[in-house]
């Protein structure tokens, strides 16, 4: 395996993110704006309902999901010709249950190395246990209930995501 820790950090992204996150297009510069890509995926409920969805749940949902990602995005580091040792990337992760059109949906956040966001949506549609995936290639946010994101979260789950008056 070849090493190149001088290069490492910004060649892991050049080359990991596009197999990893549905070749979605790393911004060149640190300013501009990546667009977002959506994916929605029924995900295997292993017996959970949506009564089941507390503090511990959201927790072990954060946990499998960064850890699902980050094995993933190593295994793919390494394919690539880069040592799996020195794969160390930063992440902020944050999650939280919200609330939308009736719904109660787990909503994770992470940023990897402040270079990639990107925002899940879990929740329970039809008897389904849905996920949608948000992923952008730059450093910036990504909105819930607004654009690319938002249009697949009101696909998935049938939820409104535009304020409604009431009267």
């Known amino acids: 395996?070849?090493?190149?820790?001088?290069?490492?950090?910004?060649?892991?992204?050049?080359?990991?993110?596009?197999?990893l996150l549905c070749h979605l297009p790393l911004a060149i510069a640190a300013e501009k704006v990546a667009p977002i890509t959506a994916l929605i995926a029924i995900q295997g409920s292993e017996g959970l309902t949506e009564a089941d969805l507390d503090t511990?749940?959201?927790?072990?949902?954060?946990?499998?999901?960064?850890?699902?990602?980050?094995?993933?995005?190593?295994?793919?580091?390494?394919?690539?010709?880069?040592d799996p040792a020195?794969?160390?990337?930063?992440l902020n992760v944050g999650s939280v249950y919200a609330v939308v059109g009736g719904k109660k949906l787990a909503v994770?956040?992470?940023?990897?190395?402040?270079?990639?966001?990107?925002?899940?949506?879990?929740?329970?549609?039809?008897?389904?246990?849905?996920?949608?995936t948000c992923v952008r290639g730059s450093n910036h946010e990504i909105q819930m209930l607004s654009g690319g994101?938002?249009?697949?979260?009101?696909?998935?789950?049938?939820?409104?995501?535009?304020?409604q008056l009431v009267r």
């Open 108 to 132: 994770i956040r992470m940023t990897m190395d402040n270079q990639v966001r990107t925002l899940w949506v879990m929740g329970f549609h039809r008897g389904d246990f849905l996920r949608v």
């Open 56 to 82: 511990a749940t959201l927790k072990r949902l954060e946990q499998w999901i960064v850890q699902t990602t980050l094995e993933r995005a190593q295994q793919n580091y390494a394919r690539q010709g880069f």
């Open 149 to 163: 994101c938002g249009e697949k979260v009101t696909e998935a789950f049938g939820v409104s995501v535009k304020p």
């Open 86 to 90: 020195t794969f160390n990337p930063k």
């Open 1 to 19: 395996m070849r090493d190149r820790t001088e290069t490492h950090k910004s060649a892991r992204f050049a080359i990991l993110l596009p197999v």
